[in-house]
């Protein structure tokens, strides 16, 4: 079974910082893939970026990127000079690679970006 | 551009009702979902579909069926809706010709049972 944790319910940061919002994971599986989810108060999900697990490199997007830490089964994502607009709840989702194709969400984490 | 929609964005019922919520997807993706939200709960995935007329029950199935005649439509059912039922419904599609491609989201039914 996988599980992902997000032991951040709220943050609060100040436009312009960098901000990371943490994700431990726990699988069994070997090859699996991490996925990080943006929500904004309108409701629609949108995908930031993704991790796979034999990547080598830390994925980049943009102003995001994710600190994967394998050993320590972390997958924390970075945003860099935080807008107003980065205020919404943001998912770490993973799944395996084989098999199934189900994606195993956290419980988010709200983020409120201070002018 | 990728495309879910779904049918209703706000939508009110009455306990006992039998429920349809729609979901079309116009990527020819294989893969569709269908999740619910809950605060402090995440998504939590109630049944997904690899193919046309396939279906599998997700980590909370009991009480919804679903059905996919077509391969871009996938409908959640509430056979008689409750109250526990009332919460932030989420379909996803998917493309199964590789790894690391995201599931793609429609905006999302807020669902209220009365």
């Known amino acids: 079974a996988q599980k992902i944790t997000q032991t951040q319910p709220g943050m609060f940061v100040q436009e312009k910082e960098a901000v990371t919002l943490d994700c431990t994971y726990d699988t069994s599986d070997q090859s699996y893939g991490l996925f990080w989810y943006k929500q904004p108060s309108s409701g629609e999900m949108i995908f930031l970026i993704y991790q796979g697990s034999y990547d080598e490199q830390n994925a980049t997007e943009g102003r995001y990127s994710l600190n994967f830490q394998k050993a320590r089964k972390s997958a924390n994502l970075v945003i860099s000079a935080s807008q107003l607009g980065d205020s919404a709840m943001y998912f770490c989702?993973?799944?395996?690679?084989?098999?199934?194709?189900?994606?195993?969400f956290g419980t988010g984490t709200r983020l409120t970006i201070i002018p | 551009d990728v495309k879910v929609t779904q049918s209703s964005r706000y939508l009110v019922k009455r306990t006992g009702e039998k429920v349809f919520l729609e979901c079309v997807q116009d990527m020819d993706h294989e893969n569709m979902f269908w999740y619910r939200q809950d605060p402090g709960l995440g998504l939590r995935l109630i049944y997904f579909s690899y193919d046309v007329k396939m279906k599998e029950k997700g980590d909370i199935p009991e009480g919804y069926s679903v059905s996919r005649e077509k391969k871009e439509r996938f409908s959640l059912i509430l056979e008689s809706a409750s109250t526990n039922q009332t919460s932030m419904y989420l379909c996803?599609?998917?493309?199964?010709?590789?790894?690391?491609?995201?599931?793609?989201f429609g905006d999302g039914t807020r669902l209220s049972i009365l």
């Open positions: 989702a993973m799944r395996a690679n084989f098999g199934n194709e189900k994606l195993t």
């Open positions: 996803a599609s998917s493309s199964r010709q590789g790894v690391g491609l995201p599931q793609h």
